[in-house]
């Protein structure tokens, strides 16, 4: 058999083929669309790459250019397999931006032998070029290129670099566009889908390291005033939840731009007017959850009546999403600030050292509440500890810094019952009216009767349903949070101040340890795996009240300024990205991948495609909405890396 010579050009070809094979595999083992437009990008960066691949390992022997071909190969097919996994498990893929969350990474890394089990199919094939050049090594040459060959193979570079940059004008007026993705917007998953996975990880690492000013187009919000559903006028004139901010002098006294435009956008807002439901709670308890892979799919009036109860009275939201954006650490983080989870927030997040005037507990101490904070596992989890005592909570306790000697921290996950069981006593008999937030873990993944304890402990109570294993498992763990939340209930009432309290309740993200298929196992409805796979409930609920009905769109961010308006708590509503969902403002919830859904429909963003709810609506109105809700995630961003709070009422 003769060798196998990777000479002169035929290099570029081979490894042009390689890459071309690893994307179109990536693309169907993720069911990216494979023959559109998008795939021009991915064709014209592969010739690039192949020629820039080409021209770094034809400078030595055939020995040590092969082992960084090899090198570079293995690097690539890491890359691939990586963003598979992870796509796989959490439904987003890998930005550098997560990197800020080290103890998230190192938990997703604990479940990487587990991961990689699981998608080996995908795995082998994303590694079988390698592995075939492994195999065939000794019939492999790639010889030194003569200099002539490796100058045209430098100016080829730079020739299809610009064909490339010249393409992303075609079709350049969406918001997102491939000009705009490349210049003006940071979006991970839709350059994936749009540029290819090495071209997107690529601009991901360039940004990371030169940084990145995404593009704001400052719209009114008026311009859509006939489309916001918004003809009926109030009986009463209400004030807005405002405070008194010269934006102007602000405007005027500044010297960075990006400050100065956020100063401008937030100049712009109007901000929501205060309603009938304003102070509709003032002086009441509050007990908050932040609920561990909480979903509608757990609500169940047969295995979990008390969530049944507590969703279908109260306020009663039957639009509401919990949008996954960067797994658990995101949902709290848009629960507890109001803000959208863009990318790039977690190191200032986590860190604790940003000012949070509206911090939740910050807010509910200035109106004279006592305030308690709890969560079932580690304290320091995603440096919790931190971002917590940001918000206000000065006495949050966790396993390892005092709760495991209340509760037993040695099993996993933990027991929402135990916490909530050995926390009532705390606030029960406080002399001021109180807010706790409780973070559960019972219903944390991964799903099996072998693994999480707490579906162990209620395996018997779904024994007799027809579902599969990890289906079972879940709904099996939920029952503990159900549990926990009637034992709280029954607490309340024991101690004659379940009227005077207020429990709330939403879910940090969609069960993602359970796959898209094994979620509509166990829903109502065929779910898909960007919008619907995070509808969820918001649970708002007093037991002296009646059920009040709310349809309009809202989602983790709205949950802030809700109960706000509701407690009567003091805050502007113009620098909180999410809106009371009880306000006139319209409804809308935000994906992660820019998708989003509004009271007229469902935009989804890869495909460029508008579904409408009840009658179609204007290409106008959907360009409007992509400004808005670009404009809400970058300035969730910018408010966070530029402590943007402390600039305006740091004094």
Not at 56 to 66: E, I, P
Request: negative net charge.
């Amino acid at each position: 058999m003769k060798k196998f010579k990777l000479k002169k050009y035929n290099i570029i070809l081979f490894t042009f083929i390689i890459l071309t094979y690893l994307e179109l595999i990536f693309r169907i083992l993720t069911k990216n669309s494979i023959f559109n437009i998008s795939f021009m990008y991915v064709f014209l960066y592969n010739i690039f790459l192949s020629c820039l691949i080409s021209f770094l390992v034809t400078w030595a022997s055939n020995k040590l250019n092969k082992i960084l071909y090899y090198i570079i190969l293995g690097i690539i097919s890491f890359v691939f397999s990586l963003q598979l996994c992870i796509y796989k498990m959490f439904g987003f893929y890998f930005e550098l931006s997560l990197l800020g969350a080290t103890d998230q990474v190192a938990s997703f890394a604990g479940d990487g032998f587990k991961l990689i089990i699981e998608n080996i199919l995908g795995v082998i094939l994303l590694f079988l070029p390698l592995t075939l050049l492994l195999i065939l090594n000794k019939k492999i040459i790639i010889r030194k290129a003569e200099w002539k060959t490796n100058i045209i193979k430098f100016v080829s570079l730079v020739v299809i670099f610009i064909i490339f940059l010249l393409t992303l004008n075609i079709n350049n007026k969406d918001i997102n566009s491939a000009k705009n993705l490349y210049y003006d917007v940071n979006n991970n998953e839709l350059n994936i889908k749009k540029f290819g996975v090495l071209n997107s990880f690529r601009i991901d690492i360039k940004r990371q390291i030169f940084g990145f000013d995404e593009k704001i187009n400052i719209v009114s919000p008026g311009d859509f005033e006939d489309d916001n559903n918004n003809d009926e006028k109030p009986e009463k004139t209400y004030e807005y939840n405002n405070l008194d901010i010269d934006f102007e002098l602000l405007i005027n006294n500044e010297n960075n731009s990006t400050i100065k435009m956020m100063h401008e956008y937030f100049n712009n807002e109007t901000g929501t007017l205060q309603n009938e439901y304003t102070k509709y709670f003032e002086g009441k308890n509050l007990i908050l959850f932040m609920a561990e892979s909480f979903n509608e799919i757990a609500v169940r009036k047969d295995l979990t009546p008390t969530l049944y109860k507590l969703v279908n009275s109260g306020f009663k939201f039957n639009n509401f999403y919990t949008p996954t954006i960067s797994s658990t650490i995101g949902g709290e983080f848009q629960e507890l600030t109001g803000l959208v989870a863009a990318s790039g927030f977690l190191s200032p997040w986590k860190s604790g050292e940003n000012y949070y005037p509206f911090g939740i507990a910050t807010s509910f101490k200035n109106l004279g509440y006592n305030t308690f904070a709890y969560h079932n596992h580690t304290y320091t989890f995603q440096s919790r500890n931190k971002y917590l005592a940001s918000l206000g909570f000065d006495n949050f306790l966790g396993c390892k810094n005092g709760f495991e000697k209340r509760i037993n921290c040695n099993q996993w996950p933990e027991s929402d019952v135990e916490m909530i069981n050995t926390t009532f006593e705390d606030y029960a008999n406080s002399e001021k009216p109180f807010f706790t937030y409780y973070v559960t873990v019972s219903g944390h993944g991964d799903y099996g009767f072998n693994y999480s304890a707490m579906s162990r402990k209620h395996k018997d109570e779904v024994k007799d349903l027809n579902y599969s294993e990890k289906p079972l498992a879940y709904l099996a763990a939920q029952i503990e949070l159900d549990q926990a939340l009637e034992l709280l209930i029954n607490k309340l009432e024991e101690a004659g101040i379940l009227e005077d309290t207020v429990i709330a309740l939403v879910g940090d993200h969609y069960p993602y340890y359970l796959s898209l298929d094994e979620v509509n196992e166990i829903a109502s409805y065929e779910k898909d795996g960007t919008v619907e796979i995070n509808r969820s409930n918001f649970i708002l609920w007093n037991s002296e009240m009646d059920t009040i009905e709310i349809d309009k769109v809202g989602s983790q961010i709205d949950v802030l300024p809700t109960i706000y308006n509701l407690f009567g708590v003091q805050y502007d509503s113009r620098l909180i990205i999410g809106k009371d969902i009880l306000s006139t403002e319209p409804g809308l919830a935000i994906f992660g991948n820019s998708s989003w859904v509004s009271d007229k429909g469902t935009y989804f963003s890869s495909s460029n495609k508008f579904v409408a709810k009840d009658e179609e609506v204007s290409d106008d109105y959907i360009k409007y909405m992509n400004n808005v809700v670009s404009n809400k995630i970058i300035m969730s961003k910018y408010i966070m890396t530029n402590d943007y709070y402390r600039k305006v009422l740091g004094k």
